[in-house]
């Protein structure tokens, strides 16, 4: 692992308008992250008593390192935070929910609406037999039930796993079988580009072999060719809920209770079951969405991820229905039918907070800027970030066309395992492109050398988190040694596996992941997982993929591919093993490029060094090859 090497940066800065503070919910940076260090369990008491507990905790957290129980006693239940706590104020009739699909379909639920049909789905999961505690498969496209299926778990302390709809058959499986999910729930189509893409078969290739699972719950949108229901074990969305009680008492959960497992790509092996709690994520959740976002009662707010990923749990679902947001959601791609589509949504529905990822802001900037010029932004209030770093030109880019160098910026750096954000620049701050910026209030975070010591600004490092907070990840499910792996890398810390360096005024900005991860387009894949769908192609022998910077995601997967006897290079072959891939785990994790070759680098161990493979591929030095093999 690199360490102790120098990045150069500019002290370029952005001052925003002094009103964003006076106004803001967090007022003064410096202050409040004063306050919370000064007495951390009173600062997050008091995000906790904005929220609704059946019965209240008595301490705020214990930390045994590295297991934290945060609000050990108390009872509450997050669907109950989402919902029951809005439709009981004035924001019952407020729309809480807009689906914006392709070709102008529309629907829109105010929050009396959500809370009745999360009722009903909830319902319609008892009848199937969930109890608290069974882990609830979702795979399913962008669409308002995706979400309703979600609080219904959550409503009755069913453990939903919620898998991204692009995923293929045999990544899906693994995720069934590793969560050993009892239900699961999906469509027959998504629509993508005015097409649509089936996913039903996904889910009975997937299910082969998955004896956890008792029932499919199927989504049917294709009214004029409906796909057909085996009854046995398959039942449609709205047969489940036609006939049951709207009624439904949220479960008082105890907030130690697992809400969610979300697996997310591991360096190593089998993708990680990451294990979320009940009352923990939930603080976490509505405190991070009400102060970096900002949110007041008459914004219109829109996180363009998908729930399959963290990004779309916390700031799509969980934070912004807790905090009584409205929220967009839409099924298209950002440049379908034109590369308008996206600013045509702010215009339409007057969009204050829109947050994204860097990946799509570089794609736009390719298109040019007559697209969001033909269109009335000036409803924005708030431009997010997240996913990959945010490079100074996107930045610029985001702040002067977008936001019309007026909408403060949050390039909000944070993971799956996090639950929530844990550097950004808060708003009314001055902004360092490149920089994602200090730890907010309620998190400690720095950049260290391999022995836990501070590196001096402007040298790079290895990022660590250094005290618990209540959004923490519990568990990576059914398998403790890779939780007590991130607490071991670098001594007493987190270490979150990103390389990371501070400026001057303390801002951090993070270089990219420092392990077998590769991030494209703002998603992570584990290396492991697409070197054994490309191995398990009859063809391959072995294979290693690295990845390589590209303009627009960031990073493209490059494949080696070593063939077995008997199988010549060709290009038909290439296309063969990509296809293979591109079914097997889904098109996110398909390589760009194969390259056919006749060995790979090893250690004498037997391990590949891909990152030899990189520096060949860039042309630039391999560093330290003592340990090759050959
Ligand atoms: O490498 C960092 C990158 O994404 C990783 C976490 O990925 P995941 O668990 O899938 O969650 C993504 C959404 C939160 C991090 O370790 N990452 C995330 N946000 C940023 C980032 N890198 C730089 N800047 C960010 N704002």
Redesign the pocket.
């Known amino acids: 692992m690199a360490e102790d090497f120098s990045v150069k940066f500019t002290d370029k800065q952005y001052l925003p308008d002094p009103s964003v503070k006076k106004n803001s919910w967090i007022g003064d940076y410096q202050k409040a992250y004063n306050a919370f260090i000064k007495d951390p369990d009173s600062f997050w008491d008091k995000n906790a008593s904005e929220l609704h507990w059946f019965s209240p905790y008595s301490k705020v957290k214990e930390w045994n390192f590295p297991h934290a129980r945060w609000f050990p006693d108390g009872k509450t239940n997050i669907a109950y935070n989402c919902l029951d706590r809005q439709v009981q104020n004035a924001r019952r009739n407020k729309v809480a929910l807009i689906w914006k699909g392709e070709e102008d379909t529309e629907r829109i639920y105010t929050y009396r609406q959500l809370y009745r049909e999360v009722m009903r789905m909830a319902n319609g999961l008892k009848k199937l037999g969930v109890v608290k505690g069974d882990r609830v498969c979702i795979y399913m496209p962008m669409v308002p039930e995706q979400i309703i299926s979600m609080l219904a778990c959550a409503r009755i302390g069913a453990v939903h796993s919620v898998v991204f709809g692009g995923f293929g058959a045999a990544a899906l499986h693994s995720r069934i079988t590793g969560a050993e999910a009892k239900v699961v729930i999906t469509a027959d189509v998504t629509f993508r580009r005015g097409k649509s893409i089936p996913l039903k078969h996904i889910i009975e290739e997937a299910i082969i072999d998955a004896p956890s699972v008792e029932h499919v719950v199927v989504l049917r949108r294709e009214l004029h060719q409906p796909v057909e229901i085996h009854r046995e074990m398959e039942v449609d969305f709205y047969d489940l809920i036609k006939d049951v009680s709207p009624d439904c008492e949220a479960e008082v959960m105890d907030a130690e209770d697992p809400l969610f497992i979300l697996y ?1 790509s591991g360096s190593t092996g089998a993708p990680k079951g990451i294990v979320h709690t009940c009352g923990g994520y939930m603080v976490g959740a509505y405190y991070t969405t009400k102060n970096v976002f900002d949110i007041k009662d008459n914004d219109v707010y829109w996180c363009t991820a998908d729930p399959g ?3 779309g749990h916390s700031y799509v679902v969980y934070g912004p229905l807790m905090n009584g947001a409205t929220i967009i959601i839409t099924e298209g791609t950002p440049d379908y039918p034109d590369a308008g589509s996206y600013w045509r949504i702010v215009e339409d529905f007057g969009v204050t907070i829109l947050y994204t990822a860097p990946t799509a802001i570089r794609m736009f900037m390719k298109m040019g800027e007559d697209w969001p010029d033909k269109s009335n932004l000036s409803s924005l209030r708030i431009l997010g ?6 490079n100074p030109e996107a930045f610029e880019w985001y702040y002067r066309v977008i936001g019309n160098n007026r909408c403060p910026v949050v ?8 639950g929530m954000h844990m ?2 620049t808060m708003i009314g701050e001055p902004m360092y492109p490149g920089f ?1 910026g200090k730890p907010i209030p309620g998190v400690v975070a720095d950049v260290v050398d391999k022995d836990g010591k501070p590196v001096p600004h402007g040298t790079g490092g290895f990022l660590v988190l250094k005290e618990p907070w209540p959004s923490m990840f519990r568990a990576v499910f059914k398998d403790p040694e890779r939780y007590q792996k991130y607490w071991d890398t670098i001594p007493g810390y987190y270490t ?3 390389l990371a360096v501070k400026n001057k005024q303390g801002y951090i900005m ?1 270089l ?2 420092s392990d077998d ?1 590769i ?1 494209v387009a ?3 894949i584990g290396t492991a997982e697409v070197e054994s769908a490309l191995v398990s192609h009859k063809a391959v022998a072995e294979a290693a993929v690295i990845g390589k910077p590209d303009d627009v995601k960031g990073n493209v997967i490059k494949a080696f591919v070593i063939l077995r006897l008997g199988h010549e290079p060709s290009d038909r072959l290439k296309n063969e093993i990509l296809y293979h891939v591109r079914i097997t785990l889904g098109p996110i994790a398909m390589p760009s490029e194969i390259e056919f070759v006749t060995s790979l680098p090893k250690t004498r161990s037997g391990k590949i060094m891909r990152r030899v493979l990189k520096a060949k591929e860039m042309g630039m030095d391999p560093g330290d090859i003592s340990t090759i093999e050959d």
């Open positions: 997310t990923w963290i990004t970030s997240v996913g990959e770093p945010l390039d909000t750096w944070w993971q799956t395992e996090t550097i950004t994602a979150v596996g990103d993070v990219g992941r991860l991030v703002g998603h992570n």
